[in-house]
């Protein structure tokens, strides 16, 4: 017997993307928050104190590392749960494969090529979209003031420099966390055999 009936199987998966769209607007606000403190601990206290601006640029640049890794899980997460969504329409979904939460240990082997253009993401205009776009403008904005700080570089030349190693550091961490996640992947089970037989098919001498 299933634990949901089949034919609700696209309502409960509509409540877990509810609930993964929920989760990364936290993890937004708290990156916010965080950053907000940390950027006005760099203005209100710079004295000249070179070890403090390195130590708060550091911590702030791991913040951003940090919440953008959490993000993504949430983005990879919404993205499985279209495909298993798209899945469960077409009546395809076993129960087996109905996910416990956004991002399950096991998933089905190359999921994305019906939701996703590759697997590290679903659209180009994704890039823009907050959970994306704001790390990034933060690990700019920090990573600029690391160069303008400890380098002679002028002020175009430290922000190019700064987006080329945005761009470096989250294609990087995008492919690498990707990659670690292959393990979970599963190849697509096999519909279920009948569950029973009439007592005439288990018994023909009866």
Not at 48 to 72: N, Q
Not at 95 to 106: R, S
């Amino acid at each position: 017997m299933n634990d949901i009936p089949k034919e609700q199987y696209p309502m409960v998966i509509r409540q877990m993307i509810v609930h993964e769209d929920d989760v990364t607007n936290h993890r937004l606000m708290w990156l916010l928050v965080v950053q907000g403190l940390l950027v006005n601990a760099v203005v209100t206290g710079n004295q000249g104190d070179t070890p403090t601006d390195l130590m708060l640029s550091v911590v702030g640049i791991l913040v951003v590392l940090s919440a953008f890794v959490m993000l993504y899980k949430s983005y990879q997460a919404r993205g499985y749960l279209h495909f298993l969504g798209q899945e469960a329409k077409r009546g395809q979904l076993l129960e087996a494969y109905l996910a416990l939460d956004g991002w399950p240990q096991k998933r089905t082997t190359g999921w994305w090529r019906d939701v996703w253009v590759c697997p590290w993401l679903g659209h180009a205009g994704d890039v823009f979209e907050p959970w994306l776009f704001l790390p990034s403008l933060l690990l700019t904005m920090w990573l600029r003031f690391l160069l303008r700080r400890w380098s002679m570089l002028d002020s175009g030349t430290s922000l190019g420099l700064a987006v080329i190693l945005d761009v470096v550091v989250f294609s990087g961490l995008c492919i690498v966390w990707v990659w670690s996640q292959g393990k979970g992947e599963t190849e697509r089970p096999e519909e279920p055999a009948q569950a029973s037989r009439t007592d005439d098919d288990r018994n023909p001498m009866g």
